[in-house]
C-alpha cells in the first residue's frame, strides 16, 4: 500500500520516479569522443553481442557464431534462428540465444548441443558465465519478444528476470523477477550483477534472490557486461536518457495512442542510430546549428562504455556523442591487450588500445 501511495504522489508532484529530469554526464561519465577514434575492424549488420575465451573474439552475427582469425572471420556455427545473447564458458563451450526464447550450449566442432527452452523464455538478451557451471541469463521481458524493447519501455514493462539455467539438467531457475527489463548480468563473488535498463540502474541480487541498487540513476539505459582484467566490470549502454522521452512516458494517454497509429520506426523512444529520416521526432533548431549537429543537442541516439571499479564505482568511460555515429553499443569485451566493442546502430565492431584507453582516461 506505501510503495503505492508514494507512487502516485511522485507522479502527481513531478519528483522521485514521476520527475522528467535527466541526470548530467559528468565526473567518470564526462563526454569525450574516444569511441569516435576507436579503429574499425569490421561492418557486420546483424552482429548481435560479443564474446570471448580469453584469447579469441566471438561475434553473434544474424543466425551465425563468427571467431576473428587474424584479420578474417571463421564460421564456427550457424542456426536457423537470430541469435540474441551469446558467452563462451569456461570449459570452452558456447552458450547462444536463439531468437530470446531458447538457449543452446555447444562444443565447436562437436555435433550435438543441449537446448534449454524451459522457465517460459521469450527476450533472452544476455548470457554469462555462473558460479557451479551455470549460466546466467537477462531475460528482457516475459511479455513481449526481444525486438519490441522500444514497446516494452512505452508499457511501462516491469516483466524481466535473471535466470540461472544448469545445462546438464537443463533446468532454468529463476533468480529474481519483477525487473525492468533486464539486460545484462555478470558474475560478481557469491552475488550477481545485473542491468536493469528502464530503471537506470545496476543492481546486485544475492545468492537468495534479494536485490539492491549498486549504480543507480544514470543518464543513459545500461546494457550488457564483461568482466575487466585487474578486477571490476565494463558496462556498456546502448543509449542516453532525454527529457522528451521522460516526459513521454508519463503522458499514458499520448502514449497509447502513439503506439496504436505511428509507425513504431518514427516513435519517441530510445534508438541506437538517429537521422536517417527528416521524419524522426527530432529536427529542426535544438539539433542543428548552421547546419551542424551541435554535440550537446539532446541525443536521439548515443554511443558509451564504462569502466566500473571492483566495488562498480564508474572509473572512467568512453563516448560517441550525439554527433558522432558509433551508437547503441551493447557489448564491450577484452581480448589480450584491446577492448572490442560493438556498436550496433551503424553495425560496426570497433577495436581499442587498452594502454592507449587508460593513457587518455589518465588511468
Same mark, same amino acid.
Given at each position: ?119 517460459g523464455m521469450t ?40 535466470? +540461472?539455467?544448469? &545445462? ?5 531457475? %529463476?533468480?529474481? @523477477?519483477? /525487473?525492468?527489463? *533486464?539486460? !545484462? ?24 534472490? +534479494?536485490?539492491? &541498487? ?5 543518464? %543513459?539505459?545500461? @546494457?550488457? /557486461?564483461?568482466? *575487466?582484467? !585487474? ?35 518514427f516513435w519517441i523512444?530510445?534508438?541506437?542510430? *538517429? ?9 529542426g533548431a535544438h ?77
Amino acid at each position: 500500500m506505501i510503495p503505492a501511495l508514494r507512487d502516485f504522489a511522485h507522479r502527481f508532484l513531478g519528483r522521485g520516479e514521476g520527475a522528467i529530469t535527466v541526470p548530467p554526464f559528468d565526473g567518470a561519465l564526462k563526454p569525450n569522443q574516444t569511441l569516435e577514434h576507436a579503429e574499425i575492424v569490421a561492418t557486420l549488420a546483424g552482429a548481435e553481442d560479443l564474446a570471448t575465451d580469453g584469447t579469441s573474439l566471438y561475434v553473434a552475427d544474424g543466425n551465425a557464431v563468427l571467431r576473428l582469425d587474424g584479420a578474417a572471420f571463421v564460421p564456427v556455427r550457424q542456426f536457423d534462428q537470430p541469435l540474441t545473447a551469446l558467452c563462451i564458458l569456461p570449459d570452452g563451450r558456447v552458450a547462444v540465444a536463439l531468437a530470446g526464447r531458447e538457449v543452446r550450449v555447444f562444443a565447436p566442432g562437436a555435433g550435438s548441443d543441449i537446448a534449454i527452452s524451459g522457465a517460459g523464455m521469450t527476450a533472452v538478451n544476455a548470457l554469462a558465465p555462473g558460479r557451479g557451471g551455470a549460466i546466467l541469463a537477462t531475460d528482457g521481458s516475459t511479455d513481449r519478444p526481444y525486438a519490441e524493447w522500444g514497446r516494452d519501455l512505452l508499457s511501462h514493462g516491469r516483466s524481466g528476470r535473471l535466470l +540461472s539455467i544448469d &545445462p546438464a539438467s537443463r533446468q532454468a531457475d %529463476v533468480l529474481a @523477477s519483477g /525487473l525492468r527489463y *533486464a539486460f !545484462g548480468a555478470a558474475s560478481s563473488g557469491d552475488a550477481t550483477l545485473v542491468s536493469e535498463s528502464w530503471r537506470h540502474r545496476l543492481i546486485e541480487v544475492s545468492s537468495d534472490g +534479494s536485490t539492491k &541498487p549498486v549504480f543507480d540513476h544514470l543518464p %543513459v539505459y545500461p @546494457s550488457r /557486461l564483461s568482466p *575487466a582484467a !585487474g578486477g571490476g566490470f565494463w558496462l556498456t549502454a546502448f543509449t542516453a536518457r532525454t527529457q522528451l522521452i521522460e516526459f513521454v512516458l508519463r503522458e499514458t494517454a499520448y502514449r497509447r495512442r502513439m503506439m496504436a497509429e505511428i509507425d513504431p520506426e518514427f516513435w519517441i523512444v530510445p534508438r541506437l542510430s *538517429a537521422g536517417h529520416s527528416f521524419r524522426e521526432p527530432m529536427q529542426g533548431a535544438h539539433l542543428k546549428t548552421m547546419g551542424i549537429i551541435k554535440p550537446w543537442a539532446p541525443p536521439r541516439a548515443y554511443g558509451l562504455v564504462v569502466r566500473l571499479g571492483p566495488q562498480y564505482a564508474p572509473l572512467y568511460s568512453l563516448h560517441s556523442r550525439v554527433d558522432g555515429s558509433n551508437h547503441g553499443v551493447v557489448a564491450a569485451v577484452e581480448v589480450a591487450d584491446s577492448l572490442y566493442v560493438l556498436a550496433k546502430g551503424p553495425g560496426r565492431l570497433l577495436r581499442l588500445k587498452l594502454s592507449d584507453i587508460r593513457g587518455e582516461a589518465g588511468a
